[in-house]
């Protein structure tokens, strides 16, 4: 990794300290922030290794997906229009049994090329065969939070803790510290009291945090509470789960009760609503969670759910929705929504030093192209972005430093290769599907 300086540009920093937007230079150096100056001043370009012309640029912070499920890739637009119980139990998971580890491989490397298009430097990714997540995740430079999916029941419940430690000792902090290794109990409805110990003693035994979906849904919450009394959130509370570091993902249908819970143990929240809205789950009521301190990122789930992963159209509905619900324009203003997809994302998952532009901070960041008529005028950078910007709008992005798109091209994976394998891939699992129903 050289220097890089993008000079002559629209810099939005999403940094309380430096808040806003200004035209100036910013200067990148191994995997770090260097310098940003704002003009007049400028940062001497001879210093750089490479330097970029920013001057039909916006220059933000990577966006920070904080919840997914990155090779269901292969099963997007496979199972839609369903209530969620209906879809994992008679679509998601029968195909899922089929899935190979060259499966993964390449839905992952398809979810990861749609995410650096669209301007995602860090994911959080809970599934199946993670060493070849880990391995995409490494080849095409992306910032990864990757945790095995745990069911705690039936037969893979204690393979799953043993391929859980295996995987952490061989790919958490490599590439550098780019690829971290959580622990991934699904939910409390397939982890039991009994395994959810088992986790915790993991997590205690690593030092890993966790991330785990809950109360996604009205009728999980229901189910809860007719079996344990409580629902999902204090059900993990009471066993402790909150006490080592926790992302949840959803928290749709939550109590005041859960809320001051999550607060009191500075849970982060990961909130997907495109997911929540196509599966008819529900809006979590992200603006009282945020009104009580709680750190709330975004989230896209998986491809199978949404279906795509475009972090700007999350962000987005993360704040209409919330306008919308409340009648009140102001709830989750741009200013909030940006942080929620950036900084406040990445504190979400505990990740310290990203999501702002600031020196001595990683060098994420993305540049989005101006020279778009949606783009045009300029009047408030921040509610452009916000309101009006897209995915297709992505021109360059740097993760830990490393330029891993230019000009709206991948530098490190060979796009159509990996579009190639992966129709492949998903057409053989829903021909396999397909021959075990006899159709």
């Known amino acids: 990794m050289g220097n890089i300086l993008i000079r002559d540009t629209l810099l939005v920093t999403v ?4 808040p806003g937007y200004f035209f100036g230079d910013i200067l990148v150096q191994g995997d770090k922030i260097a310098r940003i100056s704002e003009h007049p001043e400028k940062i001497d370009f001879k210093t750089a290794g490479l330097v970029i012309d920013g001057k039909n640029l916006l220059v933000m912070p990577g966006l920070v997906n904080t919840h997914g499920h990155a090779a269901m890739t292969l099963f997007r637009s496979y199972a839609d229009d369903l209530p969620l119980f209906e879809w994992l139990e008679e679509k998601i998971w029968p195909i899922e049994k089929h899935l190979t580890a060259d499966d993964i491989y390449w839905g992952s490397m398809l979810a990861i090329c749609e995410m650096l298009k669209g301007g995602t430097t860090t994911f959080k990714d809970m599934y199946f065969f993670m060493d070849q997540v880990a391995e995409a995740a490494a080849v095409s430079g992306i910032r990864a939070f990757l945790s095995r999916g745990m069911i705690g029941i039936g037969d893979s419940a204690a393979t799953s803790l043993k391929e ?20 991934g109990p699904h939910a409390p409805y397939t982890c039991p009291p009994p395994y959810l110990e088992k986790v915790m003693n993991l997590a205690t ?18 189910e809860s509470i007719a079996q344990h009394g409580v629902s999902p959130i204090e059900l993990v509370y009471r066993l402790g789960l909150f006490d080592h570091k926790v992302t949840a993902a959803h928290c749709v249908h939550v109590s005041e009760r859960d809320i001051e819970m999550i607060a009191e143990k500075q849970v982060g929240v990961a909130h997907n609503p495109g997911s929540n809205l196509k599966l008819g789950s529900g809006v979590a009521p992200v603006a009282q969670m945020l009104a009580k301190g709680i750190k709330v990122g975004i989230g896209t789930d998986g491809a199978s759910s949404n279906n795509n992963l475009d972090m700007f159209e999350e962000l987005r ?47 994420d960041l993305v540049g989005l192209r101006l020279d778009v008529p949606h783009m045009t005028p300029m009047h408030d950078p921040t509610a452009q972005v916000v309101y009006a910007a897209s995915a297709a709008d992505v021109d360059l992005v740097l993760v830990d430093g490393r330029l891993v798109l230019e000009k709206g091209e991948l530098k490190t994976i060979d796009e159509a290769k990996v579009r190639a394998e992966a129709a492949r891939c998903a057409a053989r699992l829903v021909g396999v599907v397909a021959e075990k129903e006899g159709k």
């Open 15 to 18: 940094d309380e300290l430096r």
């Open 164 to 183: 859980t430690e295996q995987f952490i000792q061989n790919w958490h902090g490599a590439e550098g510290g780019r690829i971290n290794v959580t622990l």
């Open 205 to 222: 035994k690593s030092g890993r945090s966790l991330q785990i979906h809950l109360s996604e849904t009205k009728r999980e919450v229901e």
């Open 317 to 363: 509905l993360a704040s209409l929705l919330a306008k919308g619900l409340a009648t009140d324009p102001t709830l989750v203003d741009a200013k909030t929504a940006l942080r929620m997809a950036t900084v406040t994302g990445a504190e979400a998952l505990f990740l310290e030093d990203c999501g702002s532009l600031k020196e001595g901070w990683k060098a």
